[in-house]
């Protein structure tokens, strides 16, 4: 089983409405939480990071944590076509690496 | 802003032949990641530097060997290439003292033959 689990999507969601991704890491240990965007064939963009229980937002994106259900969410207001790419959840449990979801595709259509 | 710079973007190479990716950090960053991202696949960790040192060790095959320079670029060695190894890879760096926010570069996509 992997570490960190995501739903593939895809996640169809209608311009302007908000779009909800939602990840799961199996490491009580984890301290460290992020999200990134990837467009195919590019590199992942970090575009939120958040290490405490709660909410954490900036412009658009708001990240949720709750550990204690071990359990790490974005949000993504007024979806824009142009957010349309594969969202990765990435977590540092121990050392340097980020271990990542496999991604959940997102759809915003016009 | 300045990002990750990593040389060749594109690389195509024989079986057995070896190769030898390049990367340079943002500038003050001092830690440097690789990252192997296959097709359809999520970005798996491999090896990172810490002034020069490293840091942490991922699923980096024995045929594979990275290392950190004075200036902390860092240059990712790969000998005996197989066909399995094609694939994007990424460099990222970050802050030591930022908690692992790493921003990747665009990546070196490696075509195996």
């Known amino acids: 089983q992997k570490e960190v689990e995501q739903n593939s999507g895809p996640l169809s969601v209608p311009e302007g409405a908000i779009a909800s991704l939602n990840c799961t890491y199996s490491d009580r240990g984890s301290q460290s939480f992020f999200w990134y965007r990837q467009y195919s064939g590019k590199s992942p963009e970090l575009i939120m990071s958040?290490?405490?229980?709660g909410d954490k937002e900036d412009g658009r994106f708001t990240a949720q944590l709750n550990k204690a259900s071990q359990y790490v969410s974005l949000l993504i207001r007024d979806s824009q076509p142009s957010d349309s790419a594969t969202y990765l959840c990435?977590?540092?449990?121990?050392?340097?690496?980020?271990?990542f979801g496999k991604g959940t595709s997102l759809l915003v259509t016009p | 802003a300045a990002g990750v710079i990593q040389s060749p973007r594109h690389l195509i190479k024989e079986k057995r032949e070896t190769a030898t990716l390049k990367c340079y950090p943002i500038?003050?960053?001092?830690?440097v990641y690789w990252y192997q991202q296959g097709p359809g696949q999520d970005p798996q960790f491999l090896i990172s530097?810490?002034?020069?040192?490293?840091?942490d060790k991922g699923s980096i095959p024995d045929r594979f060997s990275a290392q950190q320079f004075s200036d902390y670029h860092s240059e990712l060695n790969m000998s005996s290439l197989e066909l399995g190894d094609s694939a994007l890879y990424f460099c990222a760096s970050s802050l030591s003292g930022q908690p692992y926010e790493q921003y990747f570069g665009p990546g070196t996509r490696l075509t195996v033959t």
């Open positions: 500038p003050r960053h001092d830690t």
């Open positions: 530097f810490y002034e020069k040192m490293q840091s």
């Open positions: 990435a977590v540092n449990t121990e050392g340097y690496a980020l271990n």
């Open positions: 958040i290490y405490s229980n």
